[in-house]
């Protein structure tokens, strides 16, 4: 099943149980897609509806940081619910063990020996990650570190 089909059965099933967070969360999916898409102008696989689900799970983590700050908890509880009904579209994330050792291979791959290569590395990594929820920021200290 697409992750298209399967948010379409997910928004029936939170209407039917009257899950109104669930729903909201799904519709918004919903229309970030429509819009990426309409800007595109094409269908979107499942590797590129995940990118933008994962950019909407790092806005509502910045949003939740904000809202600590400004001691509104009720609020920062709500993005950290949106967030978890997110993240369960997503395909499972790469522990910090397992970035590391596609960094080690890229690095050799790459024989890259200075910090000068950092770009080279970065990009090499970040396309065999291509469609994983991976942070790019956690990415880029990996990548320091190892050419250090």
Request: proline residues 1%.
């Amino acid at each position: 099943m697409s992750l298209r089909d399967r948010l379409t059965e997910d928004l029936k099933l939170a209407m039917k149980a009257r899950d109104q967070l669930r729903m909201d969360v799904i519709r918004m999916i919903k229309a970030a897609v429509l819009n990426k898409e309409v800007e595109v102008k094409k269908d979107l696989d499942d590797a590129e509806m995940s990118r933008i689900m994962t950019t909407m799970i790092k806005q509502r983590k910045e949003s939740v940081e904000q809202y600590e700050k400004g001691n509104r908890v009720e609020l920062a509880a709500k993005e950290r619910q949106e967030i978890s009904i997110i993240e369960a579209y997503l395909p499972r994330a790469l522990s910090q063990d397992q970035l590391a050792e596609i960094v080690d291979s890229v690095v050799r791959e790459t024989q890259a020996a200075s910090l000068k290569e950092m770009g080279t590395v970065m990009k090499a990594v970040m396309a065999k990650l291509a469609g994983a929820p991976v942070d790019g920021k956690l990415v880029s200290d990996l990548v320091r570190a190892r050419l250090q």
